[in-house]
């Protein structure tokens, strides 16, 4: 997918004027922080669970080179081929690959994030290929040409309006006002083409090395007839989706779910070892999974790793202030949110998303409900850290910072200062108490709202005044 | 017990009532109270913002001119929680002040969280007729578990009321250095708290860092609300709510 990461602010600024988008976020952050809230309470030992998968997760990335290997022999003992890529491109041109080999016309997909960091679907597309996307929220999100917003429910800043203006535009036919008739209508136009798709091609959740398996995690029934329909099947994953055990993945979805949407479990689990055997029912004729890295080992040696253990349940998201405000599109890339200003930066350049790890107020609810406990204020906290190193802030900030830690392990000098300016504060603020305008940086501030003023003295002199009269 | 009071870089430069506040309410605890004139901030802007040397240096002051405390109180969630939760992690690099460090963070309290969990006092001096609504900053509340402590001495308060609003733990959008980096969404976070507040009709708005009580004061007035009052909770339970006089009469008498 193009980075816009860059242009933050200015995206930013479009979705909070933007009637629409405001609409929509605010139902989606009534609905999904308060499901989760109550599921949650299902689990008496919640935060247990918390500590004991983000160990899964951390003995997985840690233990990743063996246990990618035994995933390997399991899954090529059950018969599927596997490929391992380094870069976005390189996923693409195996695809690509695979699906000349096999003369395949048109492609079913079920959601992964993975292809929209390759932009496998343009690729495709520009091969040749028909490509369509079956998980509801990415039927409608093609639909409109547009990208996912949110990583679990890509169509969250779209109201129930403008999905029946779109249907009725597509489909030709009279627009509908229900969401279940919505949703039967669209599963009316894919059916044949569930049918008549030579190739399937899905993400992973996990990858679970005792058995060589791939897993997904879906809500429609679109993801398990991705995997088993079309006669070819390639699944894109990233390397640090590995986890030792079935007994593992269990308790990780406990969470996942739960952390997602609210729902204790989902409505299909789907394993796949290997492809149809003699005598299955259904399933691939050959299945292909392509491991891929495109920057995970080198956030796996770097200081912010722990943004490997994500299982991509999205309520760092749902619980961001900055998230509920903007939505998705802003973050400018396939992540969004905090966990998104943290891949992000990771996986495109530091340089290609200056804005992201500072746009957080570091509230930590993100910290809070992460069901695998990355520390993601911590993190984005680091990549600021990288980005002074790196000399990547913008000079009066730099300036700014340098003169104030000057002035501040100065207490002379910063008190003779403190005192001016508490007195000019109060003299602009006059009887309101309240400055309307600030200069410099501060206009950022004061161009929404008031600045309270000083009270026109420091604590300091106050205080050294104080203790004066008490000795006496 | 020697209480060294932190009184933090935006309550020395805009608002000293809060310090003289929590300078009464801990002496009305029995404490002595120490108030090391050197002091400046404890260097969260500069840990905030990536700059870690210049957070280093602060931190390291701060260190120097509290070592002989028995506790440390801040009042402020976000300053207490930094050298508390953060301080360990920046001075990382200074195995030599380790043990310094680690005595520091166990010996650092937030302001109503001391009064209530060390001091364990049983009255305050404040009075205050009306109501208010409490709102929990992110950092007291998610770094240090603030939360029942200041509602538990509020509650102490006489002639006090609170009003609770629906989304007490929801982020103001304050943020530190966000505030003025993404100004829009800032406000537009702070907006959200402003409906908030107000839906709960209480006379004035509490809370316990000074940051969030410029945004959000900002903010409501910015929106034509004239009328709410916001206060620190040290100055509610002390009994100093009008801040300009309560600073002068305390120094006068
Ligand atoms: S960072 Fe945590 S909360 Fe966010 S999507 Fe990943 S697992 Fe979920």
């Known amino acids: ?23 929509a976020l605010r139902n989606a952050k009534g609905k999904l922080v308060v499901a989760r809230s109550r599921s949650i309470l299902e689990l008496d030992n919640f935060e247990e669970i918390r500590d004991a998968a983000a160990r899964i997760r951390d003995f997985g990335l840690l233990h990743m080179d063996v246990l990618l290997e035994e995933w390997e022999k399991k899954a090529v003992a059950a018969g599927t081929i596997v490929h391992w890529a380094e870069t976005p491109q390189q996923v693409n041109d195996m695809v690509i690959e695979i699906a000349r080999k096999h003369e395949v016309r048109k492609i079913i997909k079920s959601k992964s994030m993975l292809g929209e960091e390759t932009n496998l679907n343009h690729a495709l597309e520009t091969a040749g290929l028909d490509v369509r996307e079956t998980d509801l929220g990415e039927y409608i999100i093609q639909q409109f040409g547009e990208t996912p917003s949110h990583i679990i429910a890509p169509a969250v800043h779209k109201s129930k309006d403008d999905i029946a203006d779109l249907f009725a535009l597509k489909h030709g036919r009279p627009r509908l006002d229900d969401i279940a008739a919505l949703t039967h209508e669209a599963r009316e136009i894919l059916r044949p083409h569930f049918l008549d798709a030579d190739m399937g091609i899905s993400g992973a959740n996990f990858l679970v090395a005792e058995t060589g398996s791939t897993m ?19 699944a894109i994953t990233g390397v640090e989706k590995i986890v030792p055990t079935l007994e593992d993945i269990s308790l990780l979805l406990r969470l996942l779910t739960r952390s997602a949407t609210g729902q204790s479990i989902s409505n299909y689990l789907s394993f796949t070892t290997g492809p149809k055997r003699p005598g299955d029912k259904d399933g691939p004729g050959e299945f292909h999974v392509i491991i891929v890295d495109a920057g995970r080992t080198t956030v796996l040696a770097s200081e912010i790793r722990e943004a490997l253990r994500c299982i991509r349940c999205g309520a760092c998201m749902n619980h961001c202030p900055v998230y509920q405000n903007i939505g998705g599109h802003a973050y400018g890339w396939v992540y969004p949110g905090p966990i998104g200003s943290i891949l992000t930066p990771a996986y495109v350049g530091i340089e290609k998303a200056i804005d992201l790890p500072n746009a957080s107020t570091l509230c930590n609810q993100c910290g809070v ?45 910063y008190g003779f200062l403190t005192g001016i300016a508490a007195r000019l504060g109060k003299w602009l603020g006059g009887r309101e108490r309240l400055l309307h305008r600030l200069p410099a940086a501060g206009s950022e501030w004061t161009a929404s709202r008031d600045f309270p003023a000083p009270s026109g003295k420091t604590f300091r002199e106050l205080y050294a005044k104080h203790r004066n009269k008490g000795t006496r | 017990m020697k209480v060294g009071l932190f009184v933090t870089c935006l309550v020395d430069l805009m608002r000293p009532s809060i310090g003289f506040a929590s300078l009464k309410l801990l002496e009305s605890a029995g404490y002595e109270v120490i108030v090391p004139v050197e002091q400046t901030c404890c260097g969260q802007p500069g840990y905030n913002s990536g700059d870690r040397k210049a957070a280093q240096a602060l931190a390291k002051k701060v260190l120097a001119e509290f070592a002989r405390c028995d506790y440390i109180v801040v009042p402020s969630g976000s300053c207490g929680g930094m050298i508390r939760a953060h301080y360990p992690e920046l001075l990382a690099e200074f195995p ?16 109503t969280d001391f009064l209530v969990n060390v001091a364990r006092v049983d009255s305050v001096p404040g009075q205050f007729s009306g109501s208010v609504t409490y709102h929990d900053s ?75 009580m410029l945004n959000i004061e900002g903010r409501l007035r910015r929106r034509g609300d004239k009328n709410i009052r916001v206060l620190h909770v040290a100055e509610v339970l002390a009994g100093m709510t009008d801040p300009v006089q309560d600073a002068d009469r305390r120094t006068a008498g």
Request: hydrophobic fraction near 40%.
């Open chain 1, 1 to 23: 997918m193009q980075v816009s990461s860059n242009q933050f602010k200015q995206a930013a600024s479009v979705k909070l004027a933007d009637p629409n988008v405001q609409k």
């Open chain 1, 216 to 234: 997904i995690v879906t809500n429609e029934g679109n993801g398990r007839m991705t995997t088993t329909m079309p006669r070819v099947h390639v």
């Open chain 1, 369 to 413: 409900v992460c069901p695998v406990k990355i520390p993601l204020p911590d993190l984005m906290r680091k990549l600021r850290e990288q980005q002074v190193q790196k000399n990547l802030r913008p000079w009066p900030e730099r300036l700014g910072l340098r003169l104030w830690a000057w002035t501040a392990t100065r207490p002379a000098v």
């Open chain 2, 96 to 111: 030599e002040l380790k043990a310094q460090v680690e005595a520091i963070a166990r010996r650092t309290y937030e302001l």
């Open chain 2, 138 to 212: 992110c950092s007291g509340l998610r770094e240090l578990n603030i939360k029942a402590q200041p509602r538990a001495l509020l509650a102490k308060v006489a002639g006090l009321s609170v009003k609770e609003m629906q989304q007490p733990e929801q982020c103001c959008g304050f943020g530190g250095t966000f505030a003025v980096k993404y100004g829009e969404i800032s406000s537009r976070i702070a907006d959200l708290k402003c409906e908030d507040v107000q839906s709960a009709q209480a006379d004035a708005l509490v809370l316990g860092d000074l940051g969030c």
